[in-house]
């Protein structure tokens, strides 16, 4: 089951990744939050370096830990 958060709105998300190639050929990975789950893309839990924020608009995101 792909990791959940409910914001102050009371909507529920699932946490996604996308994994990328760079042109230097450095693999990145974006995660991003999504109303429903996307079995190929879901992610099952909380990644390391990575806290949970709330945007102004409800919407959460991950934020790396400085």
Do not use: Q, W
Not at 6 to 21: C, D, F, I, Q, V
Not at 28 to 57: C, H, Q, S, W
Request: proline share 5%; charged share 30%; aromatic share 10%.
């Amino acid at each position: 089951m792909a990791f959940s958060t409910t914001n102050s709105k009371g909507t529920t998300y699932y946490l996604h990744a996308n994994k990328r190639t760079s042109k230097s050929g450095k693999e990145i990975t974006m995660y991003f939050f999504a109303r429903d789950v996307r079995p190929e893309k879901e992610v099952n839990e909380m990644p390391e370096g990575y806290e949970l924020i709330e945007m102004k608009t409800g919407l959460p995101a991950l934020k790396k830990k400085a």
